[in-house]
């Protein structure tokens, strides 16, 4: 199936641009592989180094204006992911301050912080919510990284956790499709990382690529038609139709 570089296609995926923009956006340090997360009602949230170089989840408006702090603790928080209906925003911190990161979820206005993880042996990181909102898919590894990361599941509470992939190599980034029973996750094959489906119940497992080059961050457009994903440096559409 053939892939287009995205800024191509610009003009007639402006709703996917700013989607696949702002998860291209990605740094070289671990805790710093973070989405920003959009709100239903404009606002965006992301996270950012505080003056004390702390690592906090904050929310603004699209054009820069009423920028608030919604975390403000040493537990270094990324990964911000809102809630379908915007009320909720699940992130990742380090409660343990040992790098073996926890999710949390807590309210859009930064109240009522909650973990929904809480092991000290497992490193729990990219929480996306499924489109009605009653789940939660996201990576987890051993904190000894003696296996790679797999894809998990849980409710929106913290409860039900359910591992999705088994497979020899790391499957990192998930994201849901916006029919709410497939994921789309980058999956390594030893050598480099590519982009693979599989049903939310672990079935059907499917490879969209393979090939020499380095695909990541993986997301379907809003209608479930087209999927973006980085190739190397660069971002890239394709057709979902036979995926």
């Known amino acids: 199936m053939s ?28 805790r710093q592989h973070s989405q920003v997360s959009g709100a239903p009602n404009g606002r965006v949230v992301y996270f950012g180094l505080d003056t004390n170089n702390d690592a906090q989840i904050y ?23 809102v809630s379908p209906d915007g009320r909720k925003i699940a992130f ?31 490193v729990n990181t990219q929480p996306s919510w499924s489109p009605d909102g009653n789940k939660i898919v996201f990576q987890r590894q051993p904190s000894d990284f003696s296996t790679p990361s797999q894809i998990f599941t849980m409710n ?48 059907n497992r499917t490879a969209l690529t393979n090939d020499s080059n380095y695909y990541d961050f993986a997301t379907y457009s809003p209608d479930g038609s087209q999927i973006a994903f ?6 890239f559409i394709r057709p979902t139709k036979g995926s």
């Open 156 to 203: 929106a509470d913290g409860t039900g956790v359910t591992q999705v992939t088994n497979d020899a190599h790391s499957d990192s980034n998930p994201s849901w499709h916006p029919g709410g029973t497939k994921l789309i996750f980058t999956c390594g094959n030893g050598s480099t990382n590519q982009l693979c489906t599989i049903n939310a119940d672990g079935t």
């Open 59 to 81: 929310a603004i408006n699209a054009d820069g204006t009423s920028k608030q702090q919604l975390t403000n603790d040493t537990l270094e928080n990324f990964n911000p992911s």
């Open 92 to 122: 990742v911190a380090d409660p343990f301050v040992d790098g073996n990161y926890q999710i949390y979820v807590m309210n859009a206005d930064g109240t009522a912080k909650v973990a929904l993880t809480n092991d000290d042996n497992t």
């Open 230 to 235: 980085t190739r190397g440096r660069e971002v």
């Open 3 to 30: 892939t287009t570089a995205f800024t191509r296609r610009l003009p007639r995926t402006i709703g996917l641009a700013v989607t696949v923009c702002i998860l291209a956006l990605v740094a070289v340090t671990y």
